[in-house]
């Protein structure tokens, strides 16, 4: 049994490891005669590609995404969209260390204890790097979901240090290498990301993805709930270790008065007071913004020798070498918009086979 598509009518299966030639995914039920080629797709994979700040991994990956199939003269055509980008900057030497060594923290442990081999170079296919494919699959899903529908995303937590919502600025996330969008702590989170950096060490993050423009009814009772489908989607992303929807785990202090969201018809349509519930109601969209947020853990790759054993059960101390995030949240963000495009996408196939169009 494979483990490596996600999706019901839009369906999504990413192959290939980190240190390989090259990663991929097919893209299968897509509409046909949607308007698509590699540059709808490649502005996407650049907002998460490596190497761009000081702040994320060094490896240089143009992640130059090629379309093989399922397009014809700039139209999808409802066959398997495959889509391939080449691993052009693999330092495997960096892993020759741990080829026996379990880095703690990493999947080396359970990879081995479940399939009795794995790819050490770079964690092979529980790489982030997986992720490219993810961000590849997810331009496509926009396509689907037309302009009505905006997705934007960005980090509200860098560690211990918060944005303060008052000065959350979305387009301000757009313009940084940080998709932070509090002006007032770029400067706090770039020093403390400089500190981190220079001891080799690494910090966690929450990203924040919000999706406007979500047509009412996505969604279904009670297996195929939308939240709960973002909260898989959201918790398949590497190094992910929570996830809330809408008001989320800050619900639990609130009364029923609080966290109710009133309604009242204006003009003929119904209108919210609020959005705790992040535009989902019973599993159903709403009309409302679609709130998701999820909590990444620091980076396991770090400088700090952390005791360990090997594969034949000798206790060691393991140092990880290589080029590492010391966020990883950053690059997460575009991650975690595709997932949510994915998400969306598949919903709106999903309510349009089984109630028509919206």
């Known amino acids: 049994m494979s483990y490596n598509t996600f999706g019901h009518l839009f369906r999504v299966t990413t192959w290939g490891e980190s240190h390989g030639p090259a990663i991929g995914c097919v893209i299968d039920g897509c509409p046909p005669r949607i308007a698509l080629d590699a540059a709808d797709i490649q502005p996407w994979l650049d907002r998460r590609r490596p190497g761009q700040s000081q702040f994320t991994t060094q490896r240089q990956e143009a992640d130059q995404v090629e379309i093989l199939s399922g397009v014809f003269e700039g139209q999808t055509t409802g066959t398997p969209i495959s889509l391939l980008i080449h691993n052009t900057d693999q330092r495997s030497r960096d892993y020759g260390d741990i080829a026996t060594r379990y880095r703690p923290g990493h999947a080396d442990v359970a990879y081995d204890m479940k399939y009795g081999i794995r790819d050490y170079r770079g964690g092979g296919r529980s790489s982030a790097r997986e992720t490219a494919m993810r961000v590849a699959a997810g331009a496509v899903a926009r396509r689907v979901l037309g302009d009505g529908v905006r997705i934007r995303g960005a980090l509200v937590q860098v560690g211990p240090h918060a944005i303060n919502r008052d000065r959350l600025d979305w387009d301000l996330a757009a313009t940084n290498a940080l998709f932070c969008p509090d002006a007032e702590m770029l400067p706090v989170w770039e020093e403390y990301l400089a500190g981190i950096r220079k001891k080799g060490s690494s910090i966690g993050a929450v990203i924040e993805v919000v999706a406007e423009g979500v047509p009412a009814g996505l969604g279904a009772p009670v297996y195929g709930k939308l939240d ?106 575009p991650v975690g918009e595709a997932m949510m495009a994915c998400v969306l996408a598949d919903h709106l196939l999903r309510h349009r086979g089984q109630v028509g169009s919206l």
């Open 228 to 333: 709960s489908d973002l909260a898989m989607a959201m918790m398949s992303i590497n190094a992910v270790k929570g996830v809330e929807i809408g008001e989320g785990f800050a619900a639990a202090s609130l009364t029923g008065e609080e966290n109710a969201d009133p309604m009242r018809m204006e003009d003929g349509s119904l209108r919210f007071g609020s959005n705790h519930a992040g535009g989902v109601l019973g599993g159903i969209s709403t009309g409302q913004p679609v709130v998701v947020r999820f909590a990444v853990k620091p980076t396991s790759s770090i400088l700090t020798p952390v005791p360990s054993v090997t594969r034949e059960g000798e206790n060691v101390d393991v140092m990880t070498k290589g080029r590492h995030d010391p966020c990883v949240g950053i690059r997460a963000v």
